[in-house]
Structure formats: C-alpha cells, structure tokens
C-alpha cells in the first residue's frame, strides 16, 4: 500500500511539473492527464480516497483546458466516486460538476443519472429538502430524452418521500400521474395497481373519508380492472373501518392483506399512522 502512494505521488508531482513548464499548450496537457490518470489509479489502489478524488479534479481541470468536456466530466464522476468513501460533501461537489458539463453538453440522460446519485446521498445525510430537488431534477432530465420508466422512479422517489414528511396530497398526486401514464405504456401498465394503492393509502393517511370513497370511485374510472383487485378491495375495506372507528376490524384487515401480499416498510409506517390516528379518534369519542 505504501507503494501505491509513493507511485502516486511521483506521477502526481511529474504532471504538475509537466503543467508548470515549457512546452506546448495542447501536448503537455495530455501529457499530464496521462500522468494524472497513473497517480489516481496508484491512490486508488492504495484506498487513499481523498488523495485519489483530489488528483482526478486535477485531470479533470486539464481535460478541461483540452477542451476535452466529457473526459472532464468522466473525471469528475471518479472524484465523486472515490469522496463517496470518505466525504459525501466532496462527492455531491464533484458530482455537481459532471451534472453542469453534461447538461451544457446536452447529454440530459447522464446529467439525470448523476442528479439521481446526489439526491440519494442528500437522503443519506438526512437533508430531505434537497434529496427531492434532486430527484425532481434527475426526473426532468430522464423526460428530455424520453426515458419514461426512469423519470417515473424518480417521480415515486420523491412521493414516497414526501408521504414520509406527511406532504400527502403531493404524493397522491405523483402516484395518480405515474399510474395515468403507465396505463398506456405495456411495460408499465402492471404496476398501475401499486401506484393507485400507494395513492389510496396517503388518502387514508389524510384521515378524509369521503376524500377516500371520491378517490376510489375515480381509480376505477381511471383503470376499470382496479375495483377487481386485492388492493382495491382493501383499500375498500380500510375506508369503511375507518368511518366506522373500528381499530380491531382495521388491524384484521391490514393482518390479512399483509399474510398474502407482503407489505414493506413504507406501508406499513403509514397505515401505523393510519392506525393511530384512527385510536386518537377513538379515544376523543369516548371522552366527549
């Protein structure tokens, strides 16, 4: 390992000493990338990350004076790489940077995908504000270049976040235009019924029973094989013993569809909500 970073360091300093001298602008540029591009991979080698991260802006500043754009951004996204190991601030700067060269460059599909990495550290790093910015960008992007099924990850990436910060109606309103969509799409038509139980279950989280019964009656309408589905049918079910305050029937019925279709995470912190939401209700019944 100790190798590795004395390696390093001489290719770094030999490119340096290239990009400090006489010669010509162009060749000693080249020059120095090649050299830069041994010394990262040395520091690399060495899991010296923010060593590695550092000389590959060096290339990428060089690549830049070539006028070598997608190289520079390439180096960018490999700083970002080798920052993500060690520091997720140095990784979203250098990921910014690759964003900024692609999408001057036109290349919206790779500047999405970048958009799309920064948004999940920023969800890492608990900064939810700027996790959704992200990832709406990144769902812009992929819509440039027609990539439908991206964007729509993308798109539910943000609703499910945004349910998580108890932003309901933004979430219903993703959930309802990615099914809307995926309804004329036959790869993405099967998962038309998973984007309306995931509306379904933010209206219920709102608490809104006629809200809940309009909801439904405008899922079927939408896509008339819902109202014979599982998830239809407990949706259905949840309205009902929600209008009529019956917590035990409501646990039996998220028992049940769970025992068949097993419900993840998400779910089930919501219709936890749900649940105690519906026991508070209870509860101020009895006391008045």
């Known amino acids: 390992m100790g190798d590795h970073i004395k390696k390093g360091e001489e290719f770094e300093k030999k490119a340096e000493k290239k990009i400090s001298g006489w010669g010509l602008l162009g060749s000693k540029y080249e020059d120095a990338s090649d050299l830069l591009t041994q010394s990262a991979n040395q520091f690399k080698l060495a899991k010296s990350w923010d060593k590695a991260g550092s000389v590959f802006i060096k290339l990428s500043n060089c690549h830049l004076k070539l006028n070598s754009r997608h190289e520079a951004a390439t180096a960018y996204v490999d700083a970002a ?48 504000d700027k996790a959704i910015l992200y990832f709406e960008k990144a769902a812009d992007y992929f819509e440039f270049q027609e990539s439908s099924s991206l964007a729509n990850k993308c798109k539910l990436k943000v609703a499910e976040i945004s349910a998580q910060l108890e932003q309901y109606q933004k979430a219903i309103q993703i959930y309802e235009d ?14 038309v019924r998973g984007h309306l139980l995931n509306a379904g279950i933010c209206q219920l989280c709102r608490g809104d029973v006629v809200a809940i019964t309009n909801a439904l009656e405008q899922y079927e309408n939408l896509d008339p094989t819902f109202s014979r589905t599982r998830e239809y049918n407990f949706l259905s079910d949840l309205a009902t013993a929600i209008d009529e305050e019956d917590v035990p029937e409501l646990t039996s019925i998220i028992k049940e569809f769970d025992s068949i279709s097993k419900l993840d995470s998400w779910k089930v912190a919501l219709l936890l909500k749900v649940k105690n939401a519906l026991k508070a209700r209870e509860l101020e019944d009895d006391l008045t």
């Open 81 to 128: 790489n080798c920052y993500k190991k060690t520091s997720t601030k140095g990784a979203i700067s250098c990921y910014l940077q690759a964003v900024d060269i692609y999408v001057d460059m036109g290349r919206y599909s790779m500047a999405a995908k970048y958009c799309k990495e920064i948004g999940e550290l920023y969800e890492l790093e608990q900064n939810i």
């Open 178 to 191: 990615v099914a809307r969509q995926s309804l004329n799409n036959n790869l993405l038509k099967y998962g």
